[in-house]
Structure formats: structure tokens, C-alpha cells
């Protein structure tokens, strides 16, 4: 193992906590226009959020009997997407950076998701000096978001290492692990708690499903020692 190349989002971060961050500047914003407060607001879209991750601010005006256009929905989306979030890396994220780091094993991230709402995490997360590449996929192109092989190809060239030489932790079972497997790289499924994907990996075939799986970070030296 000479290089880790991590997922972002319920990896090294939890979404989750960037979803209540998310909604928790929405309803901000929305406090003063409904007069309500704005801890209702964010309950509301929680509740509608884990009825269905789906139009959460359509169905939020639609609950609280109010009216809307498509502009107002598309601005309430940019808010969400460009804020400043309140997020933390996962307690097991920076030990294991700095256990790597001190193996002298080099280390990327590969993540999807809006390239201005990614950089924004990775800014409130900081620590980036920890990683040698970084691949925003959107800023490749939309249609080489995971699981497209792109990424993964930029990431061997830049790092010049071979595909066996390479590890891809992640925790999407849809999307993470298919193209590493067919070009030969080590796949670890990481399976945190409140993961947004987790238990998702049903109805894959196995050549989506990664060849290791792991609870936390603390586990992954001891895969490859």
C-alpha cells in the first residue's frame, strides 16, 4: 500500500451534519419571511427530510400552506449549497491521516458533489495539507461523477503509482467502489453510523461491493500491515 485515496462525504465527514448545518442557515433565512422561528423551520425540514430527501424545500412551503415560485426554490438550493457549514471530521479522521502520513503513504480525496458546496466542506474541515490530491469530480465534469473511472485514472497518473499500489475508502456501494475494482486498486466499504448510504447495498452485484469492509478508520492500518 503506497497510496489512500479517500470518499468525502459519510468518510471522512458525516453529511448528516452537514444536512443540519444546511438546514439550520435555510431556516435562518426563512425565520423573518414566515415569521416563525427559526428552530421550527429547521425541525420542519428534518422531518420532511427523513420522510424523503426529495424537494425538501418544495414540500416545506407546501406544508406550512405558503406560496412559491421556482426561482425561490432554486435560491433556497444556492443558499444550502454555498454556506458556510458547521462540520467536523470524524473523531478516527485525523489519527489515521497522521498514522499514514508518518508511514509515508500518500493520500487524496475523490469526491462527487457540487464543486462549490465540496470546496466549502473541505475549507470548514481544514487539514488539507495532509493530502497530496485533491478530485472534485464536477470540476472534471458532471458526466465523470463517480462511478465513472476518470478520477481514479487522474488519481494514479498524478500520484505515478500503479493501481495495486492504491487503496479507495468510500461508503456508497452504488457508486465507489466498481470503477477501483475493475482497474485493480483495493476497495474498503467504511460503514459509519447515521451514514446516509448505509445498508444501501442490496440490490448490487458484487462487482460494486469492495473487497473489505471496515467500522471506522482506526481499522484500515490493520488491513494492509
Given at each position: 500500500?503506497?497510496?489512500?485515496?479517500?470518499?468525502?462525504?459519510?468518510?471522512?465527514?458525516?453529511?448528516?451534519?452537514?444536512?443540519?448545518?444546511?438546514?439550520?442557515?435555510?431556516?435562518?433565512?426563512?425565520?423573518?419571511?414566515?415569521?416563525?422561528?427559526?428552530?421550527?423551520?429547521?425541525?420542519?425540514?428534518?422531518?420532511?427530510f427523513h420522510e424523503c430527501p426529495q424537494n425538501v424545500f418544495n414540500?416545506?412551503?407546501?406544508?406550512?400552506?405558503?406560496?412559491?415560485?421556482?426561482?425561490?426554490?432554486?435560491?433556497?438550493?444556492?443558499?444550502?449549497?454555498?454556506?458556510?457549514?458547521?462540520?467536523?471530521?470524524?473523531?478516527?479522521?485525523?489519527?489515521?491521516?497522521?498514522?499514514?502520513?508518518?508511514?509515508?503513504?500518500?493520500?487524496?480525496?475523490?469526491?462527487?458533489?457540487?464543486?462549490?458546496?465540496?470546496?466549502?466542506?473541505?475549507?470548514?474541515?481544514?487539514?488539507?495539507?495532509?493530502?497530496?490530491?485533491?478530485?472534485?469530480?464536477?470540476?472534471?465534469?458532471?458526466?465523470?461523477?463517480?462511478?465513472?473511472?476518470?478520477?481514479?485514472?487522474?488519481?494514479?497518473?498524478?500520484?505515478k503509482l500503479d493501481y495495486g499500489e492504491m487503496v479507495y475508502v468510500g461508503d456508497n456501494v452504488?457508486?465507489?467502489?466498481?470503477?477501483?475494482?475493475?482497474?485493480?486498486?483495493?476497495?474498503?466499504?467504511?460503514?459509519?453510523?447515521?451514514?446516509?448510504?448505509?445498508?444501501?447495498?442490496?440490490?448490487?452485484?458484487?462487482?460494486?461491493?469492495?473487497?473489505?469492509?471496515?467500522?471506522?478508520?482506526?481499522?484500515?492500518?490493520?488491513?494492509?500491515?
Amino acid at each position: 500500500m503506497k497510496a489512500v485515496i479517500f470518499d468525502l462525504d459519510d468518510t471522512l465527514i458525516s453529511e448528516y451534519q452537514y444536512i443540519e448545518s444546511g438546514y439550520s442557515h435555510v431556516s435562518q433565512l426563512l425565520s423573518n419571511q414566515f415569521q416563525e422561528d427559526s428552530m421550527e423551520i429547521k425541525l420542519i425540514l428534518m422531518e420532511l427530510f427523513h420522510e424523503c430527501p426529495q424537494n425538501v424545500f418544495n414540500r416545506l412551503y407546501e406544508r406550512l400552506e405558503r406560496t412559491y415560485t421556482n426561482e425561490m426554490i432554486t435560491d433556497l438550493v444556492q443558499e444550502y449549497r454555498n454556506h458556510d457549514p458547521v462540520i467536523a471530521y470524524y473523531s478516527d479522521v485525523l489519527p489515521c491521516l497522521l498514522a499514514l502520513k508518518n508511514k509515508g503513504i500518500k493520500m487524496g480525496i475523490i469526491t462527487n458533489g457540487y464543486a462549490n458546496a465540496q470546496k466549502q466542506k473541505l475549507r470548514a474541515v481544514g487539514r488539507l495539507e495532509f493530502f497530496d490530491e485533491i478530485i472534485l469530480t464536477d470540476e472534471i465534469g458532471s458526466e465523470y461523477w463517480k462511478p465513472h473511472a476518470k478520477a481514479y485514472e487522474m488519481m494514479k497518473n498524478r500520484l505515478k503509482l500503479d493501481y495495486g499500489e492504491m487503496v479507495y475508502v468510500g461508503d456508497n456501494v452504488s457508486k465507489d467502489f466498481v470503477a477501483p475494482n475493475k482497474l485493480g486498486m483495493k476497495t474498503v466499504h467504511i460503514e459509519r453510523e447515521k451514514g446516509i448510504y448505509q445498508g444501501a447495498d442490496v440490490s448490487y452485484g458484487l462487482e460494486f461491493q469492495a473487497q473489505y469492509a471496515i467500522k471506522s478508520l482506526w481499522e484500515l492500518m490493520a488491513l494492509f500491515e
